[in-house]
């Protein structure tokens, strides 16, 4: 009996002791904000599609190795504080801002979160990086350039339509930074001379049917619209609005084009906001923003809806269809 009960005590001891394993951590996924001026969940436009692709091409999966907090401003100036200050309390690793109002909260809201921007005006000029190739702190991104071209645009305008000589400038009154835009156009106006109508609007619901009766009640007879994060969402609503008072038109992205406006003038978005997937890519690889040359365009693609020069009753001369890039015919 005590052979037996040695032998289970040895036994016993003899058993492989089992050690203590630690459990594995989940790999914690990177997080970017993503603030949008214009759009919604539902139908976030081209440019968000752009910017996921690249992503995607990049191996770069939302929800699997990277989650992007979407916040929509929907044209709305007075949201865009309250979406970056929320993004930059969740502690996203990058946040991506593409409105003026939404950059200059996010340069408020911290110094330390990388900021990757989309604008349409100098960034130096507005104050928000020291330079182009070293922006330092913590903002870098792109740039379209969009307000510096006001002159070529209406010089393209003319060429398009050399009968127009009273231009109405379509633009939101209580956006910030338009009425350095405004200026723009109207030092080309007088070089080119062409009369200017200012046909402003403003709130949450611009009335964008009295401003072109006002165009039109006034002989107007070419509108410039000045993009804005507001003006973007109802590109379609203005472009029927500019066919039905037969008024050419010339935009700031092509956006507005492939919406039924006459042409455009502007940089690619897409190409940019592809751009900005790569920027991303090397944030999370810890390059610093700093380090990043904020990029301008290095072409602007001139386009043109056939369709809506049709149903307006003009004629575009061959001379400068030549040189477009895109005709929707």
């Known amino acids: 009996m005590k052979q037996h009960l040695v032998v289970a005590l040895l036994a ?32 976030p436009g081209p ?34 504080t309250s979406l970056v200050n929320e993004l930059v309390q969740l502690k996203v690793d990058a946040l991506i801002v593409t409105a ?15 900021v990757i921007m989309m604008l349409n005006a100098d960034p130096v000029a507005a104050g928000i990086v020291d330079s182009l190739a070293r922006p330092g702190g913590n903002i870098t991104g792109f740039t379209r350039l969009s307000r510096e071209l006001g002159g070529k645009r209406l010089e393209l305008f003319k060429e398009a339509v050399p009968k127009i000589t009273r231009v109405g400038i379509l633009w ?20 080119l001379k062409l009369q200017l109508r200012q ?3 403003q709130g949450a619901k611009p009335n964008l049917e009295a401003a072109l009766q006002t165009a039109a009640s006034e002989k107007t007879n070419g509108l410039v619209v000045m993009a804005d994060a507001l003006i973007n ?34 940089a690619d978005d897409l190409v940019l906001f592809r751009r900005m997937a790569i920027y991303v890519d090397k944030i999370l690889k810890g390059t610093k923003p700093a380090d990043l040359p904020v990029e301008q365009p290095t072409k602007f693609d001139l386009m043109f809806n056939l369709k809506t020069a049709k149903q307006i009753g003009i004629t575009i001369p061959q001379s400068i269809l030549y040189r477009a890039d895109r005709v929707i015919k």
């Open 199 to 201: 046909l402003t609007v």
């Open 12 to 43: 016993t001891f003899m058993l492989p002791t089992p050690i203590p394993v630690q459990a594995q951590q989940p790999t914690k996924m990177p997080r970017i904000g993503f603030v949008i001026g214009t759009g919604d969940a539902k139908s």
């Open 233 to 266: 969402r109802y590109a379609k609503q203005i472009g029927d609005l500019a066919i039905k008072h037969r008024l050419p038109s010339m935009h700031e992205q092509a956006r507005y084009v492939d919406a039924g406006g006459l042409m455009s003038y502007a």
């Open 172 to 191: 939101r009154k209580d956006s910030v930074g338009l009425d350095v835009a405004f200026k723009e156009y109207e030092v080309a106006a007088r070089a």
């Open 47 to 80: 440019q968000v599609e752009a910017f996921q692709q690249a992503l995607r091409d990049l191996g770069y999966v939302d929800g699997k190795n990277l989650v992007i907090e979407y916040r929509y401003a929907e044209g709305i100036n007075e949201r865009f």
């Open 100 to 114: 003026l109002p939404a950059i200059l909260a996010a340069k408020k809201a911290s110094k330390t979160v990388p």
